[in-house]
């Protein structure tokens, strides 16, 4: 067992996540399940887990990303104009409204964008991270601290049940362990 966060370690955290210029909490673990990760694997913005590094259970740790180690400064080529035209589906049941919250289907997977603009023809979609280009403030509390399995690290994720035989039917992992 490790004393410290490292890389390879399986970390739970209560945390609370807030904009500095406001004092808005934008997210928190309040009321929740801790927020369990493993260290390393790019599962986290990169700031977070290096302002946790050397951590202990036990200790609280506050600080303060700027947008490059949170998620990123927004990006103009991440903004695209769409034929209105491609909503006439959605259109059909709800009227389309600027700061609506969609999702397109890329290529590559479920693409999450806001929209920011309408006008007859053109839908604006900003597909820039919510909190892109904001300083984040957090809070964060550590409540565990383990090392990784051998899976847990080949795979790059936390399973659910390192305890459980992957054969056993409450496991959400498959035959080779990985959930």
């Known amino acids: 067992m490790t004393e410290n966060i490292e890389n390879d370690t399986i970390v739970s955290v209560h945390y609370t996540g807030t904009l500095p210029d406001s004092g808005e909490t934008f997210d928190s673990s309040e009321g929740r399940e801790p927020l369990t990760f493993i260290v390393g694997h790019k ?10 590094m050397g951590a202990k259970v036990g200790d609280k740790v506050e600080f303060t990303l700027a947008p490059e180690d949170a998620y990123g400064m927004k990006e103009d080529a991440a903004i695209m104009k ?3 035209s ?3 589906q959605l259109e ?4 389309l409204e600027v700061g609506f919250q969609l999702v397109a289907q890329m290529p590559h997977g479920p693409a999450p964008f806001t929209v920011t603009d309408l006008d007859d023809d053109t839908v604006t979609a900003d597909f820039n991270h919510a909190l892109a280009g904001k300083t984040l403030k957090f809070n964060v509390e550590v ?3 383990r090392s990784a399995t051998e899976g847990e690290s080949q795979h790059g994720h ?13 496991s959400s992992c498959n ?3 990985c959930c």
């Open 43 to 52: 599962q986290m913005i990169p700031g977070f887990e290096r302002e946790l």
């Open 82 to 84: 769409i034929p209105r």
């Open 86 to 88: 491609q909503f006439a």
């Open 92 to 95: 059909e049941s709800t009227k």
């Open 143 to 145: 409540v565990s601290i």
């Open 158 to 170: 936390v399973h659910e049940s390192t305890e459980t035989s992957t054969k056993d039917s409450s």
């Open 175 to 177: 035959d080779d362990g």
